[in-house]
């Protein structure tokens, strides 16, 4: 074996800047922990399984939306950016919540949804109510319908959840009017970004939730909030080597280059506040290069690497990513980001225990062929340890350290995705992910809540994968998260260079990060591993022998 082709970490690794290393944990809130036993996961359920994020050793807490909201995109569809949603608890609640995560060194990340609001905000409900071209409207993207009577969408634009971009009102006087623009569900209008009104809106939003000590903000669809002006027709083209949310750079409503402008705005507005709080990008762009420009050093502090998450279980895709994050970020000065699953997309585990590649936003479902679960998990183990041991920032999505796999049985009328509704039930969409996670095995709910009762119902045989079952359990999913999270800081290899090591079997990877070497076998064939060192972590027993689908770390 020779060492070759060393990659840089991002150029200021060693600063107090915490989010270039840290593990951010995603929470659900609906789906993490039910205090009340309403079968909705709340602030109260937050707050009471604080401590097992202590133990799990995680830096910061985002949490998905906890705002005033109807509901129809699980939260991403607000009606009142400035209160909690009282299904969720109360502003007082929130701010206990920050105060018992920063006792605990535990930062908070809310998410916020700038791209569109609920139809149920004030806002909306004024626009429905005001003239064509009255200041009401301007604050959103009404338009008069193509046609003779209008009765035409303005252009041919798909929402990304299925259907149509645009939904047609009724004026005042009964008659049929214009049509406002949605990108994703008809109720969530997108909001006008070429409106001051909606910048300062805004800007007052942050500060509001500033002022009370969030550390930053995930910052929804932020490859969204600016559209072509001449507003074309334009169909998605779709590539798989992309993934479900790749977006090209044609594309008229995402990644314009005008977005920029609002995000170096907001990095002032943050900048205001001390304490080293960020801003997170999820925004679906590519190339590489482009994802990267979302965080030049006046932009955001990070955004989400999706073309990692989009790499799949092969070991060329992967190393061919990993390089461009480490340069593409690298090269802007921001640290590459690590992430495999999340709530929009089907959890990594049952990604990995599909042959094929697999559905993303689509989902999986009864109709569908079924995950191979024992592959899955010993594949997103792997996945686990190989990314754990990367420089820069990773995410973690609730129950990923638990191994979970996604809920592919789901009865359709228990689903709640739009995008389920939007596709006729073509798509199955994304519940399948979002199911609450066990915390207790043989319990009711499996202890997601006192009562038994899920706002989506829980597989059979999920006892398992209750966290009761893995606590203090050697070699469980959960050990192994734990475990490499607390070796990531003490090896450093998170503000580490990172340097392929060459020569190994096919379908082998194999880096030296820090003090250790890492081997990743994405192959089903055991692989000989010609390395004297210890084992420090391994995703399978390890005895010079690399077995299929497995990671090794081993001191150097
Ligand atoms: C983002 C969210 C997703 C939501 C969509 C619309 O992609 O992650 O859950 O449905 O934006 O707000």
Redesign the pocket.
Known sequence: MSTAVTTPASPTPHGPEWWRTAVIYQIYPRSFADGNGDGLGDLAGIASRLDDLSYLGVDAIWLSPFFVSPQR??G?DVANYRDVDPRFGTLADMDALIAAAHDRGIRVIADI?P??TSSDHVWFQAALASAPGSPERARYLFKDGKGPDGSQPPTDWLSVFGGPAWSRVTEADGTPGQWYLHL?DES?PDLNWDNQEVVDEFDSVLRFWLDRGIDGFRV??AHGMVKDPAYPDYQPKHDPEIGGGGIYLDCPYFGQTGVHRIWRHWRTVIDEYPGDRILTA?SWVHPMTELANYTRPDEYHQAFNFPFMFAGWDAAKLRTSIDESLKEFGAVGAPSTWVLSN??VVRHTSRFGLRDSGPQGSGIGPRDPQPDEALGLARARGAALMMLALPGSVFVYQGEELGLPEATQIPADARQDPTWFRTGGEKYGRDGCRVPIPWQAGAPAYGFSPTGAAWLPQPEGWDAYARSAQEGVEGSTLELYRAAMAARTAHGTSTADLTWIEGLPAGVLGFTVADLAVYVNTSDTPAPIDDPGDVVLASQDFDGTLAGNATVWIQR
């Open positions: 995109d699980a991403y949804v791209n569109h994703f969530q929804d669809v999820e709530h929009d």
